[in-house]
């Protein structure tokens, strides 16, 4: 089962491309399209993704994709699983009236927001993203759901660069899973 999982892990790990310098020097920009242009990769991370959420999230009610390509694995696991799909955009790209938090980024700020009444108070909502690096993106989307009154129960990746130590870097309390990790 163990060495099953494994080698799901390595084939998907092998469908990953990574391009240096993107989109600035000095940053290894790891694609995640370039994985699910293959239809079968598509289907195995699917499965993955399900798999975990099922072993370790078996009460989520919401999964809350992060713009842009958390998009792409928070409505075909919400649609799997029967379950709410509920999107955090940048600002000014979602329409009627918004839930805002401004964070600091290392040069300047950005603003993430979510529609306003889309989560129920105390709803159980996993994050969900291609990947985290620093962990700035979780953090401030668990600030911005928690001020909604949500109940973040975690967060799920597909990729971890673990030497960012995001993990460590987001509010106590909140388990990150990552089905592959990188240096
Ligand atoms: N090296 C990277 N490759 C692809 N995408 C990246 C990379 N580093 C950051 N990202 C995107 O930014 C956020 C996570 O960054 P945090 O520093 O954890 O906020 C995530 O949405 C990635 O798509
Ligand atoms: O490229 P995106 O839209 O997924 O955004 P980010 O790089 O901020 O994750």
Same mark, same amino acid.
């Given at each position: 089962m163990e060495a099953d999982y494994d080698k799901k892990i390595l084939e998907l790990k092998s469908k990953i491309k990574s391009f240096p310098?993107? $989109?600035? $020097?000095g940053i290894l920009f790891w694609d995640i399209f370039s994985a699910i242009s293959d239809g079968a990769t598509c289907k195995l991370l699917q499965s993955l993704l399900v798999q975990t959420i099922k072993a370790n999230y078996p009460d989520v009610e919401a999964l809350v994709g992060l713009e842009s390509r958390g998009f792409l694995f928070s409505f075909s696991l919400a649609a799997e699983l029967g379950i709410s799909s509920l999107p955090v955009r940048k600002k000014g790209k979602l329409p009627g009236e918004v839930v805002s938090h401004k964070y600091d980024l290392e040069y300047g700020s950005d603003v993430l927001e979510i529609q306003k009444n889309v989560v129920r108070p105390g709803q159980k909502c996993l994050i969900v993203d291609d990947l985290i690096a620093t962990g700035g993106s979780v953090t401030a989307a668990t600030t911005l759901l928690r001020s909604c009154g949500a109940d973040v129960i975690g967060c799920l990746v597909v990729i971890e660069l673990t030497s960012l130590r995001g993990r460590d870097n987001i509010p106590k309390g909140i388990p990150v899973h990552s089905l592959i990790q990188y240096d």
């Open positions: 310098d993107f $989109p600035k $020097p």
